[in-house]
């Protein structure tokens, strides 16, 4: 009878710790994924916010450091516009009458944009599943910030590159233990001015012959995705019963 006792003692205690491998013991640290979405030029020939909204696409990996801090690498494509209709931009900026000489004639460009880099993000609430005694959410909205690179191509333009500065906010929300459904709005600063550059003459670079600085009267962008992600890298604790 004693040993019946062990032997059933033995093998509830292996069952359990089976049994919690793929729930509270099991944690992954790492994600994989991708998505769709819509980017906008906001810059001289914008003419509004989202008034040029084009189509994107996104891949992106995550690391989770913790249930509240993650650090993020991402790249996108997708393609942006504007025109200037209702604006107005004069032909010679450095003329001396007041206005900068006479309006010049309806500019419009259209070209591709690729960027990437890596982001931080600060969940507010403690995100997961499982191990409910760390008072995990399966939803929490976050910021994020983060740098990278950017590069306008295509309008019959020569490419241009430059640094980008995302910041932004977004909300996760777990689908299942390993599935992750999110979406994430950015408004991406850019340290160039030829996002915007085209065949059109005068080019849309320093229109108003105003002074730049690093991020002073510069091309910006903003970016709105939904996205899937899956767990993946899992770690896994000892059994303590």
């Given at each position: 009878?004693?040993?019946?006792?062990?032997?059933?003692?033995?093998?509830?205690?292996a069952l359990g710790?089976?049994?919690?491998?793929g729930g509270e013991l099991l944690?992954?640290?790492?994600?994989?994924?991708?998505?769709?979405?819509?980017?906008?030029?906001?810059g001289d020939?914008?003419?509004?916010?989202?008034?040029?909204?084009?189509?994107?696409g996104t891949v992106l990996w995550r690391r989770n450091l913790n249930p509240r801090m993650v650090v993020k690498v991402n790249a996108s494509f997708g393609h942006i516009s504007g025109n200037t209709e209702g604006i107005y931009i004069p032909q010679d900026p450095l003329s001396e009458t007041p206005e900068g000489g006479q309006?010049?004639?309806l500019i419009h460009f259209s070209r591709n944009i690729l960027d990437f880099g890596a982001q931080f993000e600060f969940n507010f609430l403690g995100y997961g599943m499982g191990?409910?005694?760390?008072?995990?959410?399966?939803?929490t909205p976050y910021l994020t910030a983060g740098v990278g690179m950017c590069i306008g191509m295509g309008g019959g333009a020569k490419a241009?590159?430059?640094m980008c500065i995302?910041?932004?906010?977004?909300?996760?929300f777990k689908l299942k233990p390993r599935w992750n459904l999110g979406f994430e709005w950015t408004f991406n600063f850019t340290t160039t001015d030829k996002l915007d550059d085209s065949e059109a003459t005068p080019h849309l670079i320093d229109p108003y012959g105003i002074e730049s600085g690093m991020f002073k009267n510069k091309d910006c962008y903003t970016k709105m995705a939904l996205t899937v992600s899956y767990d993946i890298a899992p770690k896994y604790r000892k059994c303590n019963n």
């Open positions: 009878m004693p040993r019946l006792i062990t032997l059933l003692f033995v093998m509830a205690t710790c089976h049994a919690q491998d944690e992954y640290q790492q994600e994989i994924g991708g998505g769709i979405g819509l980017d906008s030029y906001v020939a914008a003419g509004g916010f989202m008034k040029h909204p084009g189509l994107m309006k010049a004639e191990a409910s005694f760390k008072g995990l959410k399966r939803w241009a590159a430059g995302p910041l932004g906010a977004g909300f996760r």
